[in-house]
């Protein structure tokens, strides 16, 4: 591997805009848009998707793509069972931007509770088989390798935030985790985006590929606040207001649950607690707990001068992990 660093001698990591970049790493850790272009991962293909039109399908496995900002992680419930067709075209019946609280425009009688802890679509059973009737979900704001022009929408579903690393490759929430440890924020590096291909429905994995050349890393800190990413990471729901206009909230569901039928629905279980409140995975029958954090007994790579750290380092972590899954 090539012994590039990622940001020694880079005045990045001493100044303010380095912090504001890691608090993207802070949302994408789980911590505290509709239209445009956006990229759909329907059917375990990449997808891209200019004014609601799918105008190309990628036919690798892998896609490139620069992260530029994130949303917060968000849930959607909508009442009775899940049909994506239907869901195109009609609004949820409930929604959080936040993962904390119903959003203010979701009318008073379609709340179902005060507050996401405590509702009872929250509850493991609530939705097809094990899972919970409201799903998460994040939004990212991306661009392609090679193309700093263009922002694209991204709707990350809940197995791919939560899901478990195989080798190098980690879910979302994990992939930041460990670049955050790394002081590397997540728009200084390329990120490569694959398929599980063990999962049902479509699923993703993320890893780095290389630090960004600087004229990339200007390009992504310039767009961060710009309109079309703050389209691309917004939550917003087509609802009808009391003079029965129509307020701008349209919402994107593009990833298909239903290309695998769900399993038949389980027992619900004698008794159930509504305080049990723990992550979802976004498919449906699917294992939807997140992963407890594990201890690392690899080494870590130890930090560069100037609070940067080698890729190649980074790298080597997960060459070391893959070693000891072989093992």
């Excluded at 694209?152 to 979302?172: D, E, H, T, W």
């Excluded at 985006?193 to 699923?203: G, Y």
Aim: include cysteine.
């Amino acid at each position: 591997m090539s012994d590039v660093e990622l940001f020694k001698g880079n005045s990045l990591v001493k100044g303010d805009l380095f912090k504001a970049l890691m608090e993207t790493n802070k949302r994408l850790s789980g911590g505290a848009g509709g239209g445009g272009n956006r990229i759909s991962i329907r059917g375990g293909r990449f997808r891209m998707v200019v004014g609601g039109e799918e105008v190309s399908v990628r036919k690798e496995p892998t896609l490139n793509v620069m992260i530029v900002n994130s949303s917060e992680i968000q849930r959607t419930y909508y009442k009775g069972a899940y049909d994506p067709k239907a869901d195109k075209a009609n609004p949820p019946t409930c929604w959080s931007a936040d993962s904390k609280r119903p959003a203010p425009e979701v009318p008073d009688d379609q709340r179902q509770a005060p507050a996401c802890d405590g509702c009872k679509m929250n509850i493991k059973g609530s939705g097809q088989g094990d899972s919970r009737a409201c799903r998460f979900s994040q939004r990212l704001a991306v661009m392609l390798e090679g193309d700093t022009e263009t922002v694209y929408a991204m709707q990350i579903p809940a197995a791919s935030i939560f899901g478990a690393a195989k080798g190098s490759n980690m879910g979302l929430q994990a992939y930041s985790k460990f670049l955050t440890a790394h002081d590397t924020p997540v728009q200084g590096v390329l990120t490569q985006l694959s398929f599980d291909t063990d999962a049902e429905t479509p699923k993703l994995f993320f890893k780095p590929v290389r630090p960004l050349e600087e004229e990339e890393l200007n390009a992504v800190v310039e767009a961060m606040d710009t309109e079309p990413v703050t389209k691309a990471i917004t939550l917003t729901v087509n609802v009808p207001d009391e003079d029965t206009k129509v307020k701008d909230f349209e919402i994107e569901s593009d990833e298909d649950e239903d290309d695998t039928p769900p399993p038949p629905k389980k027992k619900p279980a004698a008794k159930r607690k509504i305080a049990e409140v723990v992550e979802e995975a976004e498919d449906e029958g699917e294992d939807d707990t997140p992963p407890p954090p594990k201890k690392r007994t690899t080494k870590k790579a130890a930090p560069a001068d100037n609070g940067g750290d080698k890729l190649s380092a980074l790298l080597d972590v997960w060459g070391d992990d893959e070693d000891d899954e072989d093992d």
